[in-house]
């Protein structure tokens, strides 16, 4: 399998999941069953004005997450700068994306370009411009100055006592565009500290991250998530997220699939429950199709525990491997298309 089709798969996946979990995303295992059956939502459910295939922040997220690493691999190739200026760069033009981001949660069309992060394509396109519950941490984190990353282990500068899954649901991209899995979970962890602090919250993106990018390598899934956990635990506080995929592998040797498994891991509003969620559905279901209605039929935050599954599936088998009847509707299609052309 080519790089071209493992990052289409990663960002079309993720978007699938996302799109997949957003109208379930606040209700319990109980009211899922009791409006859509015994076994959930089996496709998409349309929206009170009938549209199906709606992605959420967490695919907003994730798009300019792209579109800030694709800047500053372009900026990259024509500066002499050392490694840790080469990251404050990246670190630096992924804020920037970020605050472009924010600019669709705040405006109902693009603004004047009287800002500096205020240029480039993404923000032009009109169907950003919407609120899909946006995470308050992703919100207030880039109202504030931020220095820069704190050493490992430590409390980062802004929302330090947040570890929301706001980390995570936007990290699958570093280790798409960072063949270094360390550098790709560095990096990560760096970049979620522009919103969320608790190093609980940093850490799980930066697992995320080491995990895409040992998929990319071509490994399988559970000897990545493995060598993931290898790395993450040669940092300071790790732990929580170290137990959250301990116990999704678990879960994940134990039997059949189901939503109480998945759900035994927690509701999936914290980074390392959501990675942990997203990876047990990943693991446990053979099919594609159907980990992805496991990953979001549970009582928690659907959407990102359906991106995160589907960044794996589509990073582990391409973008060939994704259900067509779900991949025609979805919203933004032709945008992710090109910026994961953009990325390779």
Same mark, same amino acid.
């Given at each position: 399998?080519?790089?071209?089709?493992?990052?289409?798969?990663?960002?079309?996946?993720g978007?699938?999941?996302?799109?997949?979990?957003?109208?379930?995303?606040?209700?319990?295992l109980?009211?899922?069953?009791?409006?859509?059956?015994?076994?959930?939502?089996?496709?998409?459910?349309?929206?009170?004005?009938?549209?199906?295939?709606?992605?959420?922040?967490?695919?907003?997220?994730? *798009?300019?997450?792209?579109?800030?690493?694709i800047?500053a691999?372009?900026?990259?190739?024509?500066?002499?700068?050392?490694?840790?200026?080469? +990251?404050?760069?990246?670190?630096?033009?992924?804020?920037?994306?970020?605050?472009?981001?924010?600019?669709?949660?705040?405006?109902?069309?693009?603004?004047?370009?009287?800002?500096?992060?205020?240029?480039?394509?993404?923000? &032009?396109?009109?169907?950003?411009?919407?609120?899909?519950?946006?995470?308050?941490?992703? *919100?207030?984190?880039?109202?504030?100055?931020?220095?820069?990353? /704190?050493?490992?282990? &430590?409390p980062?500068?802004?929302?330090?006592? /947040?570890?929301? $899954?706001? #980390?995570?649901?936007?990290?699958?991209p570093?280790?798409l565009?960072? +063949?270094?899995?360390r550098e790709?979970?560095?990096?990560?962890?760096? $970049?979620?500290?522009?919103?969320?602090?608790h190093?609980?919250?940093?850490?799980?993106?930066?697992a995320?991250?080491?995990?895409?990018?040992?998929?990319?390598?071509?490994?399988?899934? &559970?000897?990545?998530?493995h060598?993931? *956990?290898?790395?993450?635990?040669?940092?300071?506080?790790?732990?929580?997220?170290?137990?959250?995929?301990?116990?999704?592998?678990?879960?994940?040797?134990?039997?059949?699939?189901?939503?109480?498994?998945a759900?035994?891991?927690g509701?999936?509003?914290?980074?390392?429950?959501a990675?942990a969620?997203?990876?047990? $559905?990943?693991?446990?279901?053979?099919?594609? &199709?159907?980990?992805?209605?496991?990953?979001?039929?549970?009582?928690?935050?659907?959407? /990102?525990?359906?991106?995160?599954?589907?960044? *794996?599936?589509? #990073?582990?088998h391409?973008?060939?491997?994704?259900p067509?009847?779900?991949l025609?509707?979805?919203?933004?299609?032709? #945008?992710i298309e090109?910026?994961?052309?953009?990325?390779?």
């Amino acid at each position: 399998m080519d790089v071209q089709d493992r990052v289409r798969g990663c960002l079309l996946g993720g978007a699938i999941g996302d799109a997949l979990g957003a109208p379930i995303e606040f209700q319990s295992l109980r009211e899922i069953r009791k409006h859509h059956g015994t076994d959930g939502i089996s496709g998409y459910v349309a929206d009170w004005r009938g549209n199906t295939g709606l992605i959420t922040d967490d695919t907003q997220m994730t *798009l300019f997450t792209v579109e800030g690493l694709i800047r500053a691999d372009h900026a990259s190739r024509s500066s002499a700068a050392g490694a840790g200026d080469a +990251r404050e760069a990246v670190v630096e033009s992924v804020r920037q994306a970020y605050l472009r981001w924010l600019d669709t949660q705040n405006h109902r069309t693009p603004p004047p370009a009287d800002l500096p992060h205020r240029t480039g394509l993404l923000r &032009e396109e009109g169907w950003l411009y919407s609120r899909r519950a946006p995470g308050n941490a992703c *919100l207030s984190g880039l109202h504030r100055h931020f220095p820069g990353p /704190s050493a490992p282990g &430590e409390p980062g500068p802004v929302n330090p006592d /947040s570890k929301g $899954c706001g #980390t995570v649901m936007r990290s699958a991209p570093f280790g798409l565009a960072e +063949r270094d899995a360390r550098e790709a979970f560095e990096l990560a962890a760096a $970049c979620a500290q522009i919103t969320h602090g608790h190093p609980t919250g940093y850490l799980a993106a930066g697992a995320f991250a080491a995990i895409i990018a040992y998929l990319m390598a071509g490994e399988a899934l &559970e000897p990545a998530v493995h060598r993931a *956990l290898d790395l993450l635990t040669g940092y300071p506080a790790h732990e929580e997220t170290t137990e959250a995929l301990r116990a999704a592998l678990a879960r994940a040797a134990e039997g059949p699939p189901s939503p109480e498994r998945a759900e035994s891991l927690g509701g999936a509003w914290v980074a390392e429950e959501a990675l942990a969620i997203g990876v047990y $559905c990943a693991l446990a279901e053979p099919s594609v &199709e159907r980990a992805l209605l496991l990953s979001v039929n549970h009582s928690g935050d659907s959407d /990102s525990t359906g991106s995160v599954c589907g960044n *794996l599936l589509g #990073t582990l088998h391409g973008a060939a491997a994704l259900p067509a009847a779900w991949l025609r509707p979805l919203e933004g299609r032709d #945008t992710i298309e090109r910026l994961a052309a953009e990325l390779t």
